[in-house]
């Protein structure tokens, strides 16, 4: 790929991300960006992520190959139209937004349908802003390009093979499929966590005994709920229709849940259906989730005892991926979660913790 210059409107998570994903993996480029938060642009220059900030859009972006539209979906239109000004006919004009609807059809308002490919990498964070971007947010993650019907056969395919060329998994979907796609399994998911936070929240105690035993299983299906409420309220309101639309069948789902229980039949073949779909995406033998080489293990609360397990498995030549701990002690599933490369290499650290006298628990 010959040397390519990248423009951003908006540095923050994703953003952010994706140039540092850039700058690890095409080192030569040259990268710009815009953002109303100075501190970003100037820290992303402390990191030599970008080459130069602008105070403001203007003929910088001109020279660009790409642009990505990386500012919250609210402030598309005014950026587009300052943009426009300035654009090549040759730059492939992009976004980051999880909502496309509304954007294709400010393109088409402002006739750049012949270079916008929209983007949406399906990756991220409860926690947001440039400080927290990262280049392997993006890896092996799924990015849903969107692009305009007058947008050329030779732009996707140079769109493809950047988003491939960062680590990226490339899967091309029309918009109103990618909304429809999204709103099921990314929107609905926050705000069913959001409104189950809500609803502990106000059945709680005066004293907060459910906020302060809230365990893993808990925390793990709520965490996203600490996700920024201005970029959620945005989306809820872009996406209104199809997430409208999908929240009043999960709301008759959950009444007929309700009844499940109520009259204590269909229970088990309710959850043996949601378990077998949710292996299968694991299972799957394409795609961003991969088969996992995990055990969880029991360790004393003492200290020395995570150090004591690197080093036994060190000293048998044995590679760790990744290692943390399991706070969710409900299931009985250890306390410590271990991460390995291979089956071989899982099967091996198995071995030798269990004749050690470890007890492992694996799925």
Request: net charge negative.
């Amino acid at each position: 790929m010959n040397t390519l210059t990248f423009g951003f409107i908006g540095l923050g998570l994703i953003g952010g991300s994706i140039a540092k994903a850039i700058r690890l993996h095409l080192p030569d480029a040259r990268l710009i960006a815009y953002d109303i938060n100075s501190a970003s642009l100037d820290l992303a220059k402390k990191e030599q992520v970008i080459d130069e900030s602008c105070p403001s859009i203007d003929g910088s972006f001109g020279d660009c190959d790409y642009i990505f539209l990386c500012a919250p979906v609210s402030h598309n239109a005014e950026n587009l139209l300052a943009l426009k000004a300035f654009l090549s006919p040759g730059t492939i004009l992009t976004d980051v937004g999880s909502v496309k609807t509304e954007i294709h059809l400010q393109i088409e308002k402002l006739q750049l349908q012949a270079q916008f490919i929209g983007g949406h990498p399906m990756a991220g964070s409860e926690r947001f802003g440039y400080q927290n971007a990262k280049a392997s947010l993006l890896e092996n993650a799924y990015y849903i390009l969107t692009p305009s019907e007058e947008v050329s056969a030779k732009k996707i395919s140079s769109y493809r093979t950047l988003v491939e060329t960062i680590g990226a998994i490339p899967l091309t979907l029309s918009y109103k499929e990618h909304d429809y796609v999204t709103a099921a399994i990314s929107h609905l998911p926050h705000v069913i966590a959001a409104s189950l936070v809500n609803l502990v929240k106000s059945c709680d105690s005066k004293d907060g005994v459910m906020k302060m035993i809230a365990a893993g299983g808990f925390k793990d299906i709520t965490r996203i709920a600490s996700s920024s409420p201005e970029m959620w309220q945005q989306i809820c309101l872009t996406n209104a229709e199809n997430i409208s639309s999908l929240l009043r069948t999960y709301i008759q789902s959950l009444n007929e849940l309700a009844d499940y229980i109520d009259d204590r039949k269909n229970l088990y073949s309710f959850f043996e259906t949601a378990r077998d779909y949710r292996e299968s995406f694991i299972s799957a033998p394409s795609g961003p989730i991969k088969a996992e080489y995990v055990f969880t293990v029991d360790i004393a609360d003492k200290p020395g005892a995570i150090a004591a397990i690197a080093s036994l498995l060190a000293m048998h030549d044995v590679s760790i991926k990744n290692i943390g701990i399991n706070h969710n002690r409900e299931l009985a599933e250890g306390a410590l979660r271990i991460e390995f490369y291979s089956q071989d290499t899982l099967s091996h650290a198995m071995e030798i913790m269990t004749e050690h006298g470890y007890k492992i628990h694996t799925r």
